[in-house]
Nanobody, 116 residues
Framework: QVQLVETGGGLVQPGGSLRLSCAAS????????MGWYRQAPGKERGLVAL???????NYADSVKGRFTLSRDNAKNTPTLQMNNLKPEDTAVYYC??????????WGQGTQVTVAS
């Protein structure tokens, strides 16, 4: 049973940067999709960035040009570099991996708060 744990969240001022990482309890060898979702208070969980096997990352319009999704080559889990953060980016961020057989894993979430 694989578990995902996000790290790197915290409090940052507008315009600042954070890098989120996703640690797996055991190696991920193959995936259909990996990426990040987020959920702000009172809102549904929504896509931040998603990488299929092709490596062609799909970004939410609200984060294009500011966030970069990369794959941790050692672990096959997603990292998220977040630059020029805005208060509206405040949310709990969740690591996501979908396996070829269709299984889905979610991390427990890490809080990102953007405020001056």
């Amino acid at each position: 049973q694989v578990q995902l744990v996000e790290t790197g969240g915290g409090l940052v001022q507008p315009g600042g940067s954070l890098r989120l990482s996703c640690a797996a309890s055991r190696s991920v060898f193959s995936f259909n999709y990996m990426g990040w979702y987020r959920q702000a208070p009172g809102k549904e969980r929504g896509l931040v960035a998603l990488m299929p096997r092709s490596g062609n990352v799909n970004y939410a319009d609200s984060v294009k040009g500011r966030f970069t999704l990369s794959r941790d080559n050692a672990k096959n889990t997603p990292t998220l570099q977040m630059n020029n953060l805005k208060p509206e980016d405040t949310a709990v961020y969740y690591c996501y991996v979908q396996f070829p057989a269709g299984g889905i894993l979610w991390g427990q979430g890490t809080q990102v708060t953007v405020a001056s």
